[in-house]
């Protein structure tokens, strides 16, 4: 165990993971601290190890899918090796990019409770528990809806709803996103921004979805073979160009726009973010 700093909520300390089938780490010299309430993007190209990172943490590996681990991952200060997996459970919540694979019970009332139920907590505090999360995400009309026949961003706020019930530290989604249409993602999206933004939450995504990363994370980033070659503010993530375009990251359209102004030799101190941010830009320049 480490010094407790309540600050600090995950850390890892020289981290590198084999899998059992591999001869070589997939992830490598791993040194990162994550602060309570920080909202964190992960971005990698495929095969990269962000999916093994976020399952290091949530104690997946080594728990449940053997290999070999060297240093020390901490979440709340205690190493996840000193933990059972149930015990991480509690701590860290894990979403996945199959809501339906996390669905267990036919109706949203009964699915977001399944938690707690386990637990053998009583019945009138999993009630009013019931009723806050289903506010806070604003799905309290999906109560007596058959959890197979909502859209792909309602299963998957449903998911989080249930894994939020369980007041965990810290929430990783493992790609979100990925097989939903763009109205489902901004439904997750604004979900686990809101987390992050009125609960405090630690975050952090593996999501493909760059523009919607930078709207939301206090940092980014990259992981390519395995090792993290960029960790900063999202404006300051997105200047390192030559390094992103070595990993095949596109950035955010906005951003392209800001990289030819000042190859054509306009003065942008700033790349922007978001569509706003560009309109100011051009109107600067045009002036």
């Known amino acids: 165990m480490v010094e407790k700093n309540d600050e600090i909520v995950v850390k890892l300390e020289d981290v590198s993971f084999t899998y059992k089938i591999e001869s070589e780490p997939t992830v490598k010299n791993l040194n990162l ?15 990269s ?8 943490i949530a104690g997946v590996l080594p728990h449940y899918i053997e290999g070999k681990i060297d240093g020390t991952v901490y979440v709340n200060g205690t190493s996840t090796m000193d933990m059972s997996l149930a015990e991480l459970s509690r701590l860290v919540g894990l979403v996945m990019q199959d809501p339906e694979a996390q669905l267990f019970n036919l109706y949203v009332r ?47 706020k449903v998911a989080l709803t249930s894994s939020y019930i369980m007041s965990p530290e810290v929430f990783l989604f493992d790609n979100p996103t990925s ?26 995504v593996n999501e493909d979805k760059v523009e919607e990363l930078a709207a939301f994370a206090d940092r980014l980033w990259l ?65």
């Open 110 to 156: 009964d699915e977001v409770i399944w938690g707690l139920e386990n637990l053998g907590v009583p019945r009138e505090k999993i009630a009013s528990e019931r009723d806050r999360v289903l506010k806070f995400f604003l799905i309290d009309h999906l109560f007596d809806r058959v959890t197979y026949d909502l859209s792909g961003g309602e299963k998957q």
């Open 49 to 56: 190890g962000k999916t093994t990172l976020l399952n290091l």
């Open 223 to 287: 992981i390519r073979d395995g090792e993290i070659l960029i960790d900063d503010a999202p404006r300051e993530f997105f200047a390192h160009r030559d390094i992103l375009n070595e990993s095949l990251i596109r950035v955010p359209p906005v951003t392209a726009i800001g990289y030819e102004l000042r190859e054509m030799g306009f003065d942008v101190p700033e790349l922007p973010l978001t569509v706003e941010e560009a309109l100011t830009v051009c109107e600067r320049i045009k002036k």
């Open 179 to 204: 097989q939903l249409d763009p109205l489902g993602s901004e439904m997750v999206f604004e979900a686990i921004g809101k987390l992050s933004r009125d609960d405090n939450t630690t975050v952090i």
């Open 33 to 47: 601290e994550v602060k309570r309430g920080e909202f964190i993007g992960l971005i990698g190209p495929t095969g």
